[in-house]
């Protein structure tokens, strides 16, 4: 997508890109939204909050620098995940 897409392209090629099945689409949170679209939009969320991704344009998903050059694997996603986590205070 040429580093950015809005939020539904990026969605829905991370969608096909997984293989996710239509069983798994189907599926829903508690209030009702497909819950693989609500994960996807958590992923940006914590992206965003660590810094591989910008939100300065409303709907519109860019990476950054650091995220055309980031190397996720499993253990610096979780290390981004509990980094940005520790941001918020907890009540």
Sequence with gaps: ??????????????????????????????????????RIGW??????????LDASQRGIWTLTDAGQKAKMDPDSVYEMFRTVHKQFPRK
């Design 1 to 38: 997508l040429g580093n950015s897409g809005t939020a539904g392209e990026v969605t829905d090629r991370v969608i096909a890109r997984l293989g996710i099945p239509e069983s798994e689409k189907e599926e829903t949170t508690p209030n009702g939204q497909p819950r693989v679209r609500n």
């Design 43 to 52: 992923a940006r969320f914590y992206l965003v909050k660590g810094g591989l």
